[in-house]
């Protein structure tokens, strides 16, 4: 029976797929939404349908959410995104976890360990931009006074003149700009994905995550994460600066104090659940939530870093800050990241054992690898000098031995998992997989930002494999405060000719002397003991230039006799201006006034290695051999897959009377697809690899020597270079990862497909609400929803039932969407979903939110094996029948015959929906038109086009009553165009 007003709402997937694609027409019309998202329908007929008179079909477009932008500034801010994606997978590890929404202590718990993990990722974010800002520039590239890194920009020469403790006040001011930044994506991204509520709540809420009103409405939690996070942050900045202040004036600071204070609060805040947390006990109430604290806690933040940065630039500390040994390392160099790091690894482990171990067994394993962690991080500070091979052995075989112990024993136990957690990904471990994924990605993005920053500060004469991880002095020598504060007595030495520019020259009676100005020279030495030292352009305050000869030009410079007043600059208008000249100096010397400043200008500086942490000097080592452990298994997992069941596929694309013309191809995609299907094999045996890697790192950071050293003082004989050539490619590997990253920025502009590429990440990964980080790449279903939820119900209250039609990522829109209809309203809706991957992907990663109880079908028993034909190949164990949906599920409120899915056994991002089995329930759909269209070169097609195919016309038309189109059956004359792509 026909129906007499229907309305067909299509919603795309992840690719972003326009509105003419959506519906196969050109130029569709919007009829409704703004700018950003919005609903097309066509005032023509489309391709191979009829519809009917009161019959209309829509498409909703949200892809301008994550893959359009406007001006200047929206291209920033997707640039600025791709450094978010490890703040995205904590996001997720959120909803992944098992115990999400469980008010009792094991979902309170793991709701704060995952929120302390995002807090350290915004922690070692914040101190990559202090290490390159603070510790590489300010501190080590003008050290002392010196310009030791000649590629900075002349605009940046000020910081010469700066005392100490003033270049630190001004560096620190770089990460703060960074934490600003981060501050206005956020609230930027509040306003625009987050501003559009519901038109109408349910009633009473319900009994799924998805009906909790909470769940899509977290704008206050969003904007308190962003005020403790932005609070810790700034507290990091202050601790990174304040303890090097502490430790070079020798006496304890209130700001590392105050600094630990405010990052004691902001985790303990983040302990506390939220009104807005579905883990929160009792009802959200908008009115008395004391959410105002903190903005406080924000305030305070910033005025206490703005009163220490005020305090160091200031003249006294800056006076102060002058005896300060400017020779000295970074305190803590080694243990800010390590720290960091082993934080979230023990973060980790407190998720991985959450809900799956008891609680006594999981405080003892925390208990072990802090305690490890612990030990290997004292061992790895406490180098005095050079460790003998003697020292170095037994450090790796006690670190190593309880790391592999360790590991052993977790995946023993984890292997044990499988039979309590067939229906969850990982064995219910998937929040943990994604911590730890975030984890090692902003590891790898701290070691590139900074290896890239290093390359580029250490000149064109040197490369990455010039990097040091620890600052060796060498005897007889001047520092570069022993040139600046030295005595009368110190002499530099200056080659080639002289160039004194900008000066203002005193005559005495003891000759001439050099007030101020600037110096330019080829080279200058400082002779002092049996070495000389060659310096970089550097500030001296006092004693004697010696020349190489007995002439100097004058350039712009003023020359003030005897008995005159001397001025403290010097322009054209003040007595004494000398625009060119040059002078015979006796004796070869000119001394500096006591009271004086010069600036000497070197041609060709010196090469100063710079100093990174060591657990950045192992780590690309690490991760390049990681990628190549992850290549080969890779590999190796593809040929497992194309020996064992490469031959079913191709007996069933036989059996399933693929034209011959068109087989090769179709068996080559299924087999890609039956490997994307295996990801989370694939994935899981990644990460058991990850997991080694990081112990490994630790084990080699513990010996307190970076990789060359460590293989010379273990095997003294060894002549070959061969560490060292490792190392230097590991860091150029790591170099190219960066470049690769500021292309891929550029591509991000110029090229469709990347910006697709980009556009499909944030797609998957910000589905999600804000719950753990606020600074994460913001959450478009909170507008997305609400709104397609209010289209919905617009063609219900006039008089008709709707068909939501889902592809992809739009099939769990699109469930999310239904799922918060009442029974009355879903009784006159229908769904349809092609290319989903709710069930074998969504649902076993996140089951409490999507799992067989919330949506209905069959549950999974486990991924599939790379050995294992089911259920890409039918068997005869996968053709069990599809039980009842479950009560109360999405399937059970839409009715047994009101949910269809459609899927292709070539398509690697589709995937049943309601069991691996065969059933009518699960529509597969034909890769290729049959042999009697005539089609005689068709696309093989995989994850698009299911609307325009005649399994999606067949269901529809079984709902409305409409004519079915028989596109293979069309006569001669009936042929016509495609739907357009």
Not at 399 to 416: C, D, H, I, K, R
Not at 633 to 640: F, N, V
Not at 815 to 833: F, G, M
Request: hydrophobic share 45%.
């Amino acid at each position: 029976m026909a129906i007499r007003a229907a309305l067909e709402l299509r919603v795309h997937g992840v690719h972003g797929t326009s509105p003419s694609s959506m519906l196969g027409v050109e130029d569709p019309e919007q009829v409704a939404g703004d700018g950003i998202t919005g609903v097309f329908r066509s005032d023509g007929p489309l391709p191979r349908r009829e519809l009917q008179p009161g019959h209309a079909v829509e498409a909703y477009s949200w892809g301008a959410l994550t893959s359009a932008v406007k001006g200047a500034l929206g291209w920033v801010q997707r640039v600025l995104w791709l450094g978010l994606l490890p703040f995205a997978l904590v996001n997720l590890a959120y909803w992944a976890r098992l115990h999400v929404s469980d008010a009792d202590g094991r979902g309170r718990w793991g709701a704060t360990m995952v929120r302390w993990a995002a807090l350290l990722l915004t922690m070692m974010i914040v101190l990559t931009g202090c290490f390159i800002a603070v510790d590489l520039v300010a501190w080590q590239c003008y050290r002392g006074g010196t310009k030791s890194c000649d590629v900075l920009p002349g605009v940046l020469d000020f910081m010469m003149f700066l005392a100490p403790s003033q270049r630190l006040a001004v560096a620190a001011v770089v990460p703060l700009a960074g934490i600003g930044v981060m501050w206005f994506l956020s609230r930027q991204s509040l306003a625009r994905y987050e501003a559009c509520s519901d038109s109408r709540e349910m009633a009473g809420g319900g009994s799924h995550l998805l009906q909790d009103p909470r769940f899509w409405s977290s704008t206050r939690r969003t904007l308190r994460l962003q005020r403790i996070h932005l609070a810790g942050a700034i507290a990091t900045v202050m601790a990174y600066v304040g303890a090097q202040v502490d430790r070079l004036a020798g006496r304890p600071g209130w700001w590392t104090a105050a600094a630990v204070v405010i990052l004691a609060v902001a985790f303990g805040a983040l302990a506390r659940a939220h009104p807005q947390d579905l883990e929160h006990r009792g009802v959200e109430d908008d009115e008395r939530s004391p959410d105002h604290w903190a903005g406080h806690f924000l305030r305070l933040a910033v005025a206490a870093v703005v009163v220490q940065l005020g305090w160091l630039a200031s003249p006294w500390a800056g006076e102060r800050s002058l005896q300060w040994d400017s020779s000295a390392g970074w305190y803590g160099h080694n243990l800010w990241f390590i720290g960091v790091f082993v934080a979230i690894s023990v973060v980790n482990i407190a998720v991985f054992a959450a809900g799956r171990l008891s609680r006594a067994g999981s405080w003892l394993v925390i208990g072990l690898f802090v305690t490890a962690a612990a030990f290997a991080t004292w061992l790895s500070l406490g180098v005095e000098g050079e460790r003998t091979g003697a020292e170095v052995r037994p450090i790796l075989a006690v670190t190593g031995s309880f790391a592999l112990v360790f590991f052993l024993l977790m995946l023993l136990w984890q292997l044990g998992q499988r039979r309590h957690h067939p229906q969850e990904a990982w064995n219910g471990g998937a929040a943990a997989v994604l911590i730890g994924a975030a984890g090692w990605i902003a590891l790898l993005f701290t070691t590139a930002a900074v290896t890239a920053t290093a390359d580029y500060l250490n000149g064109s004469d040197q490369s990455v494999s010039d990097l040091t991880s620890a600052q060796r002095a060498v005897g007889d020598t001047a520092a570069p405060d022993e040139v600046a504060n030295a005595d009368p007595d110190l002499v530099v030495v200056l080659s080639e000719e002289a160039v004194l520019r900008d000066a203002v020259v005193a005559m005495t009676d003891g000759g001439p002397q050099v007030v101020s100005g600037v110096v330019e020279v080829g080279t200058a030495e400082v002779a002092d003991g049996p070495l000389r030292r060659v310096l970089p352009d550097t500030v001296v305050r006092r004693g004697t230039l010696v020349l190489e000869g007995d002439t100097m030009r004058l350039v712009d410079t003023c020359w003030i006799d005897a008995g005159e007043q001397v001025p403290s600059t010097c322009h054209p208008e003040t007595p004494g201006f000398i625009s060119g000249a040059e002078v015979t100096v006796t004796g070869q010397t000119v001394a500096i006034a006591p009271d004086g400043r010069i600036r000497v200008e070197v041609a060709h500086p010196p090469n100063t290695p710079l100093v990174v942490p060591q657990v950045l000097v192992w780590a690309p080592v690490v991760q390049v051999l990681w990628a190549l452990l992850a290549a080969l298994i890779a590999l190796a997992c593809a040929a497992r897959l194309e020996r064992r069941i490469g031959a079913d596929i191709k007996a069933y694309v036989v059996q399933d009377r693929v034209p011959t013309e068109s087989r090769l191809d179709v068996r080559r995609k299924r087999l890609r697809a039956a490997y994307a299907h295996r990801s989370e094999r694939l994935i899981e045996l990644l990460g058991a690899m990850t997991v080694v890697s990081v112990l490994l790192l630790l084990c080699l950071s513990a010996t307190g020597l970076p990789p060359n050293t460590l293989v010379a003082t273990l095997f003294p004989g060894w002549r070959s270079d061969l560490p060292h050539l490792v190392q230097s490619l590991s860091l150029y590997v790591v170099l190219g990862l960066s470049a690769s990253l500021v292309l891929l920025s550029s591509y991000v502009r110029r090229s469709e497909a990347t910006r697709k590429a980009v556009g499909i990440l944030w797609d998957l990964t910000t589905f999600w609400p804000r719950a753990a980080h606020p600074l994460s790449p913001p959450c478009y279903a909170e507008r997305v929803v609400p709104e397609l939820t209010t289209r919905v119900r617009w063609g219900l209250e006039r008089g008709g039932i709707v068909i939501l039609s889902g592809h992809s990522q739009g099939s769990l829109i699109a469930a999310a969407t239904l799922i918060r209809l009442d029974r009355r309203e879903l009784d006159h809706v229908k769904l349809v979903t092609y290319g989903s991957q709710l069930r074998a992907l969504y649902g076993r990663i996140f089951p409490r939110v999507l799992g067989p109880a919330v949506l209905g079908g069959t549950p999974t028993h486990g991924s599939p094996t790379f050995s294992d034909a089911h259920p890409d190949v039918p068997t005869d164990c996968g053709n069990a029948p599809v039980g009842p949906p479950g009560t109360g599920t999405l399937w059970d409120l839409l009715g047994v015959d009101g949910w269809r899915n459609l899927y292709r056994r070539s398509d690697p991002l589709g995937w049943r929906v309601f069991s691996d089995g065969t059933s009518p329930f699960d529509v597969r759909t034909a890769e290729v038109p049959p042999r009697v269209a005539g089609d005689p070169g068709p696309t093989v097609a995989t994850h698009s086009a299911y609307q325009h195919t005649f399994e999606y016309r067949e269901v529809v038309s079984g709902w409305l009553g409409e004519p079915l189109v028989h596109d293979a059956f069309w006569t001669i004359a009936e042929v016509r165009p495609l739907p357009k792509p």
